[in-house]
């Protein structure tokens, strides 16, 4: 009997953004990876961003952050803390999974699902700021978005991520970033966070994406295999594992 | 996920835990303004009945409806089977029309497991004949859980026609696999012959387990299925082995009282007792949407189980 794969897996390539198995840490780096963002850098861009919600909105009065699972949810946190160091009022945040509504479903064994809070006041009539670590080729968002119009209707919804890696394939862009990071489609970006892996940072990985977009290419069946782009991703690394560890199909 | 859901025994620890963790979340959906998701938008669930229910097929049509899948109802009454059509032509007949899942309720025992063997989608076991019914453990799973925080260790007695109930014996393997311990009471006319060699207790004296128990489960009668006399007359059933007042006070504070439905009151259990806050029977019911969701998009919502 097929073997399911706890935790849902991950995703690689443009297909979709990564996302790890929710809740694990990330134990796996790139081999040669190199940090590109420190624990005081990540600190310094949260707060800038911050100061650009601020800004933005007119003091955050209506504001709801919505991290998305697993590494958005610590950020949206943090940078609800920060709003009300700031000005002073608490600033409401949750979580929105969006597992149900991604597009790549059919190409990966059911995954398991991330928690949806969102804050009692509803999001009818606020301005939801989205919260994600990286961001790729946009289709967490587009999946966020349809996830948000089945919650209600706020007034406007923006976007901040850590990092914008490029490479999108959807017509969507942050409106507020941490850090703008060029990359290749091999390497790989991870994020880590003291909440969830223990330590703060953003590493760049250059090795190994290329076999293991392969493995999973020929692990996701023929059909979609051909539509797997050499592929790199921020979790490739995990990713692989789990594969491995699954592949009993 | 496992391909098809047949017996409680097909899920491991960790297959089980995940569905109930994603019934979880799924619950949740309950109190949004939307309760639908896109998730198997174009996939066609078949729900094939060939015996009365209420409560599991709607169960099924809501799971599946809520999931943006497709959903053909099949009943036996004023269908081809009514004119002598056999069990795997209408199968044949299914996948012609290209069904994805096939939920399927059977007087004999074993006939989903046939079924598997004739048709691509999946199959869910909805009870057949006195076999098993995993979803119904699942959601009995999840509401001990929800209830009292825990199943590990829980301490389970399972009450009545044990004989007839595929209930209580998909509930005897999943509540097992999930690391509680079961005892079935019921007079010894109800109980299988093979029942020792499950992995449960068995006792026949219901007021000395009634202490000892976080949860009772009280089983239906199945007088439908019953072709011989199991005991004498229904009031002494009662008298002994159905669950009253008084003996609801002999529970522990925290303990819950369930029941799969539908129920007989008077029979295995008090009107007083079955409307009582101890009673979890109508979260059962909301519960098993979220359960059967909860298996759909699992074993539905990912890429192809095959190899």
Known sequence: ?249 | MIRHLISAADLSREEALLILDTAGELAQMADRPIRKLPTLRGRTVVNLFYEDSTRTRISFEAAAKRLSADVINFSAKGSSVAKGESLKDTALTLEAMGADAVVIRHPASGAPHRLAGWVRGSVLNAGDGTHEHPTQALLDAYTMRSRLGRLEGLRVTIVGDVLHSRVARSNVLLLHTLGAEVTLVAPPTLLPVAVGGWPCEVSYDLDAELPKSDVIMMLRVQAERMNAAYFPTVREYSRRYGLDGDRMGTLPEHAIVMHPGPMNRGVEIAASVADSARSTIVEQVANGVSIRMAVLYLMLGGAEATA
Do not use: C, W
């Open chain 1, 1 to 249: 009997m097929p073997v399911l794969h706890p935790g849902g897996g991950t995703d690689t390539g443009p297909a979709a953004e990564s996302r790890p198995p929710a809740g694990q840490p990330r134990t796996t780096l790139p081999a040669d990876g190199k940090i590109v963002l420190g624990g005081d850098e990540i600190r310094r861009a949260l707060t800038r961003v911050a100061h650009e919600i601020l800004e933005r909105t007119d003091g955050a009065a209506d504001v709801i952050l919505l991290g998305i699972p697993t590494r958005g949810v610590p950020l949206a946190r943090r940078l609800a803390a920060r709003l009300t160091q700031v000005e002073g009022r608490t600033a409401p945040f949750g979580s929105l999974d969006i597992t149900m509504y991604r597009d790549d479903l059919r190409l990966r064994p059911a995954r398991a699902l991330g928690h949806t809070d969102v804050p009692a006041s509803g999001i009818d009539g606020k301005i939801v700021v989205l919260v994600d670590d990286v961001l790729y080729s946009g289709r967490t968002v587009r999946a966020a978005l349809d996830a948000l119009g089945d919650l209600g209707r706020p007034r406007a919804v923006q976007l901040a991520v850590l990092v914008d890696r490029g490479h999108r394939e959807l017509p969507i862009r942050a409106d507020y970033v941490g850090k703008n990071l060029p990359t290749s489609q091999r390497e790989m970006v991870q994020v880590l966070l003291t909440e969830v892996d223990g330590q703060d940072a953003v590493v760049l990985g250059e090795g190994g994406q290329q076999e293991a977009g392969q493995t999973r290419a020929g692990h996701t069946g023929a059909g979609h295999a051909a539509s797997a782009h050499p592929t790199a991703d921020h979790t490739a690394a995990d990713h692989t594992a789990a594969d491995h560890t699954g592949g009993g199909q």
